[in-house]
């Protein structure tokens, strides 16, 4: 690319600013309908809801802005990549969404699009398409070199339905194929493929796996998203809420950036709220399975009691391992006996068990909705944690930029 094209990417910041929205949504209506195949790849309820067209905004915005150096986006990159990977996004993709982003940026922006700056736009996109096909490569390399591994679509028979609450339910997932299943790091997730009946589509969302592995099956623990007036209820969540015991569904490899550090000796402070919990749950079993059991606080936030899964198994688990302290909110709490002081009325406040998760080179690990994340995370850093031990995974588009 050379400078004068540079200096047309950087001049169109503007106008994508300005229009990023309009661009999006036109891009992806202009797809669907070129490419209608692609509907059964994309989250349709993130369509729906429009946060994947602002994550895919804010990555061409965030790559025009960095247009004299593209390197230092390479974190934020290798999130991207990952749940490529994970969707088995293929090279010769890239040319779709390339060839209906340039068509997309010349009808919306109009007569101002000249030749030149579309000729930029299309040697930008593609320079960016090769440093992300590269990253995938190394990635479904990586993957497909791990014993039980698979790239793609594989088929898990759900062989037990669990009711953890009144609106989560956990699937243990068998491979049908009877053959080995791959090792994962505790938090990673899972993508799962289902025909979505009401759409008649294919339908791809993440699931973090919510056990320690266990070479038999992998465990998910889905919340069914009832919808709240006049949202629509989630397709994927209430299809497979509607599974039975014998079902098969689609998953693809284990995957996933938000896990705990290998061999780390690391005290661990997991903070989630709602279903959030999955991928601690993950890391509390390693943990307790591990030789040695690091000391572990766990704050818990959900609206009340009966949508608090897993409850039980917690409190029971706290009986034994001493190197175990948990601290739960609910929004509102349960006025009997049962209440002690580790369940807290209220929202998660991180000020009210500082004493208690303020521990020497502890990591912090924080999953919940986006505003959750973005209140504990400011939280510990005025609690003085220096962000490089701050963790977080937001189950959506990666849409906070926090470290
Ligand atoms: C890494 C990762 C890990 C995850 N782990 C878990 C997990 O362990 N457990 C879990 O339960 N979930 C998890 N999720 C979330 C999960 O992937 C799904 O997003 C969730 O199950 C909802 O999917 P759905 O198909 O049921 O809802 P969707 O159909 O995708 O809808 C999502 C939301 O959008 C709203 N919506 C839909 N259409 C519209 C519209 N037209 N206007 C306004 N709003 C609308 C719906 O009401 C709903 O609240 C994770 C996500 C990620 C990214
Ligand atoms: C340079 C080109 C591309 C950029 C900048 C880009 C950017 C992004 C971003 C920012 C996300 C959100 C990541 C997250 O969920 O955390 C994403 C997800 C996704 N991308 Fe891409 N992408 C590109 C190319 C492609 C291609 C070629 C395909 C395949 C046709 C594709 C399909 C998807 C899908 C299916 C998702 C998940 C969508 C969802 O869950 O709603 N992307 N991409």
């Avoid at 910041?13 to 990023?20: F, K, N, Q």
């Avoid at 919306?108 to 490569?137: N, R, S």
């Avoid at 993957?143 to 790239?151: E, T």
């Avoid at 399975?289 to 029971?316: D, M, P, Y």
Wanted: charged fraction near 20%; proline fraction near 4%; glycine fraction near 6%.
């Amino acid at each position: 690319m050379n400078s004068n094209q540079k200096e047309l990417i950087k001049a169109t910041i503007p106008i994508l600013r300005a229009s990023g929205e309009d661009l999006t949504n036109y891009f992806y209506a202009r797809m669907f309908r070129e490419h209608p195949e692609l509907r059964n790849m994309f989250n349709m309820g993130n369509q729906a809801n429009g946060r994947q067209k602002s994550a895919l905004a804010n990555a061409v915005l965030a790559y025009a802005e960095n247009i004299e150096d593209p390197s230092v986006l390479i974190g934020v990159l290798k999130g991207i990549g990952t749940k490529h990977r994970s969707l088995n996004i293929q090279p010769e993709q890239y040319k779709i969404v390339g060839t209906q982003l340039i068509a997309s940026i010349a009808e919306v922006v109009g007569e101002a699009a000249t030749p030149e700056i579309l000729e930029a736009w299309t040697v930008a996109f593609y320079q960016l398409a090769k440093i992300m096909i590269d990253l995938e490569k190394g990635l479904y390399e990586e993957n497909a070199a791990k014993p039980g591994s698979w790239n793609g679509w594989r088929k898990f028979v759900i062989k037990k339905i669990v009711e953890e609450s009144t609106e989560i339910k956990s699937f243990y997932l068998y491979p049908e194929d009877g053959k080995e299943i791959a090792n994962f790091h505790a938090g990673q997730f899972i993508s799962v493929q289902v025909f979505v009946p009401e759409l008649g589509l294919l339908q791809p969302r993440q699931y973090s796996l919510s056990s320690a592995f266990n070479p038999e099956y992998y465990r998910i623990s889905v919340k069914k998203e009832s919808g709240i007036a006049p949202n629509p209820s989630g397709l994927v969540s209430q299809t497979l809420h509607s599974k039975r015991e014998g079902d098969v569904i689609s998953i693809s490899a284990p995957a996933g950036l938000f896990h705990l550090e290998k061999d780390s000796k690391s005290p661990l402070v997991l903070i989630s709220g709602g279903v959030g919990l999955t991928p601690m749950l993950s890391m509390l079993e390693t943990n307790l399975n591990a030789l040695q059991n690091k000391k572990t606080v766990w704050i818990h936030g959900c609206r009340n009691e009966s949508v608090h899964a897993f409850k039980e198994q917690i409190s029971a688990l706290k009986e034994e391992a001493e190197w175990l302290a948990t601290f739960t909110f609910y929004d509102s709490a349960p006025n009997d006996e049962a209440f002690s002081n580790e369940i807290i009325e209220g929202r998660v406040d991180l000020h009210k068990c500082k004493e208690a998760i303020l521990l020497e080179e502890a990591k912090f690990y924080i999953c919940g909705p986006e505003m959750f994340i973005k209140t504990q995370y400011e939280a510990l850093i005025n609690l003085n944690i220096n962000q490089e031990n701050i963790f977080y995974e937001e189950f959506g588009p990666q849409l906070i930029n926090l470290n």
